[in-house]
């Protein structure tokens, strides 16, 4: 009924041996392997941000760390106190009050508890009377 129609004919001098390129489909095997190495190389990128952001936290934590003395620390700096009291540096209502606030310090560190309310001195005990002579 219908009748073919003829293939179309090469322009002279254009004959080729090779055979015709293959398209190349936007999902084939070119476009998955583009894929695959977009995930990957997102990937790496996401473990290098979470490993930065890993050494900024601990790099600050440490940087903002509150500077514990030691109870050693405290005692020398009691004891330069009282050399600088020594050498006349400071005076003695000086050193008595810095005295004092490292007490309580180095006290805080042990674990010492300091009285709430300071007691005061006993009071000495009245002689006892002599009885009456006869």
Do not use: C
Not at 52 to 62: S, Y
């Amino acid at each position: 009924m219908f009748a073919q129609a003829p293939a179309p004919a090469e322009p002279p001098g254009t004959e080729s041996t090779a055979e015709p390129a293959k398209a190349i489909r936007p999902g084939g095997e070119r476009g998955m392997l583009r894929d695959q190495e977009f995930i990957l190389w997102s990937l790496a990128f996401a473990g290098v941000l979470l490993l930065a952001a890993v050494v900024f936290f601990f790099f600050d934590r440490w940087r903002k760390r509150t500077v514990t003395d030691s109870p050693r620390d405290l005692s020398f700096s009691l004891n330069s106190f009282r050399q600088m009291y020594e050498n006349g540096e400071i005076t003695e209502a000086e050193f008595e009050k810095l005295k004092t606030r490292w007490a309580s310090k180095l006290k805080e560190k042990v674990g010492v508890a300091a009285p709430a309310h300071p007691q005061p001195p006993p009071t000495p005990a009245p002689p006892p009377e002599s009885p009456p002579a006869p």
